[in-house]
């Protein structure tokens, strides 16, 4: 807004608006009089635009933006401890809270799931311990220790919200009006519990005041039944004697709630190159794979908003067209079909073997 009031063009207009018989050239008593004013002012009109642009939640950094969000009650998502399956046969019973190590990263027992199987959380929070799995070691003598190994994830770490990510949630937090246990209240709700990446709410799906909760997790993955079990009795604990629908968790009283995972809908591709001259197959087969995987990615990024997904020959034809060394691509079938793959509501694609001849 204020692009134009630099110091250069505010010295000038005052210049302008001296007499012209008075010496105004650079070094003349007049010019060092109003050069220092230009200059703070020039400094003035820069904290200006620097507050409409920390005043607008389009533009303001984080930290302005965070303000701007907290008068609607909203925060960016704290970082989350990965959970995780592990294996740990001793001759001793394994108690909880002990801790072991795996690579960089510390976990503690959280719950024995019996059979040696014990349910561990990182004690350090974030993404990258997702990434360390295998052979444990324990920080404290454990009696007749025969192995210890973090099998799967249960719940993947979670980093803290990014700034644009938050921007996005906040911005359609205005649009999308929250109350009392709607659509818009559900899929907040949700998608603010630690592992859940995406929600889907079906109204009514087994009768009237039953409500079905799909998710997806961080990754937009098919999600883990421990994740689905933690939703579950956080929205409408089951197994207590007052009985679903009695407003004992999130869900409002009188919504019976179901939650459930998005199924997964492998999509095998098969296709026809033809290549550009000196190229090889096995050149761009990697690439392919990948145009593959990217495009199935955004469609389960668009999952949550729409009912159903659509996996589109043309549009998976596009983007492997832009693969270096591909000339054309033929005969594109989609699960052994020449046709678009319209999915289910509660599917999300997954990428199946990708047959590039």
Request: charged share 25%.
């Amino acid at each position: 807004m204020y692009e134009n009031m630099t110091y250069e063009n505010i010295l000038a207009g005052m210049l302008e608006r001296v007499p012209s018989p008075v010496d105004k050239r650079e070094g003349a008593l007049l010019w060092d009089a109003l050069a220092p004013a230009a200059f703070e002012l020039a400094r003035l009109y820069e904290a200006l635009e620097l507050v409409l642009q920390e005043g607008f939640a389009d533009t303001a950094s984080r930290a302005y933006l965070i303000l701007r969000a907290r008068e609607r009650g909203l925060s960016p998502r704290p970082a989350s401890p990965a959970t995780a399956l592990g294996l740990i046969e001793a001759q001793t019973e394994v108690a909880l809270g002990s801790r072991f190590c795996c690579e960089r990263f510390n976990w503690r027992v959280t719950r024995s799931l019996g059979e040696n199987l014990f349910e561990l959380e990182c004690e350090e929070a974030g993404s990258e311990p997702n990434a360390y799995l295998g052979r444990m070691v324990p920080l404290e003598y454990l009696n007749g220790l025969n192995k210890a190994e973090l099998q799967r994830l249960i719940v993947p770490g979670q980093d803290e919200e990014s700034t644009e990510d938050f921007r996005a949630r906040y911005l359609r937090d205005l649009v999308e009006q929250r109350f009392g246990g709607n659509v818009a209240d559900y899929v907040a709700k949700a998608e603010s519990i630690a592992g859940v990446g995406a929600a889907k709410v079906q109204a009514a799906w087994n009768g009237g005041g039953t409500v079905r909760l799909l998710l997806l997790d961080e990754s937009l993955g098919v999600p883990e039944a421990a994740l689905v079990e933690r939703v579950q009795q956080l929205f409408d604990p089951t197994g207590l004697a007052a009985g679903q629908g009695a407003g004992l968790g999130l869900a409002p009283i009188g919504h019976v709630v179901t939650v459930a995972a998005a199924e997964a809908r492998v999509v095998n591709v098969a296709l026809q190159l033809t290549l550009r001259e000196g190229w090889q197959a096995a050149d761009v087969v990697a690439a392919v794979r990948g145009c593959v995987e990217g495009y199935l990615a955004d469609l389960r990024a668009e999952w949550a908003a729409a009912e159903h997904l659509t996996v589109r020959v043309s549009q998976l034809e596009a983007r492997i067209l832009q693969v270096p060394g591909v000339l054309d691509v033929s005969d594109l079938t989609l699960a052994g079909a020449a046709a678009n793959l319209q999915l289910g509501e509660v599917e999300i694609p997954v990428r199946g073997q990708v047959d590039v001849r």
